[in-house]
């Protein structure tokens, strides 16, 4: 892979990983909550660390194309870790008060706050038609 691979897995799935996070930062389970915070705070310096380099990088002639062909190639997938909408999982996390959204939600803000910075660099968000049966039924972040 290259370098603008590296660097758009890292955007792309750093920031997805904040979204799912978000939610937990206001579980009702303390310890879980707290331990969120921590991990919340790497993220966004993750998160910071993609942003600078994906500008860069866009905003650079030179580089640009590579780095719009891996956003290409990885926006497909990272939509596709948040799970579908309405899991049985994700209600009955929502009931136990882990989380506050459906999956469906979390994907939908992450993407918008995604498309707002890569239109920002000129760079172009592919279309994402999701084939349901083919994507877990809950967030799966893999690695």
Not at 1 to 30: C, I, P, Y
Not at 49 to 65: N, Q, T
């Amino acid at each position: 892979d290259s370098w603008a691979d590296f660097v758009m897995f890292n955007f792309l799935m750093d920031r997805g990983a904040g979204h799912q996070l978000e939610d937990v930062k206001h579980s009702t389970f303390g310890p879980w909550r707290r331990e969120i915070d921590r991990i919340f705070k790497e993220e966004l310096t993750h998160i910071a660390h993609g942003d600078y380099w994906v500008k860069r990088l866009a905003l650079d002639p030179k580089s640009k194309p590579e780095i719009q062909a891996a956003l290409d190639r990885w926006w497909p997938r990272v939509m596709s870790i948040f799970g579908r909408p309405g899991s049985k999982k994700n209600k009955r996390y929502c009931e136990l008060g882990i989380k506050k959204r459906d999956n469906h939600d979390v994907r939908n803000t992450f993407a918008q706050e995604v498309r707002e910075k890569a239109e920002a660099w000129g760079l172009k968000i592919p279309v994402w038609t999701p084939d349901w049966e083919k994507i877990p039924e809950d967030s799966v972040i893999p690695g």
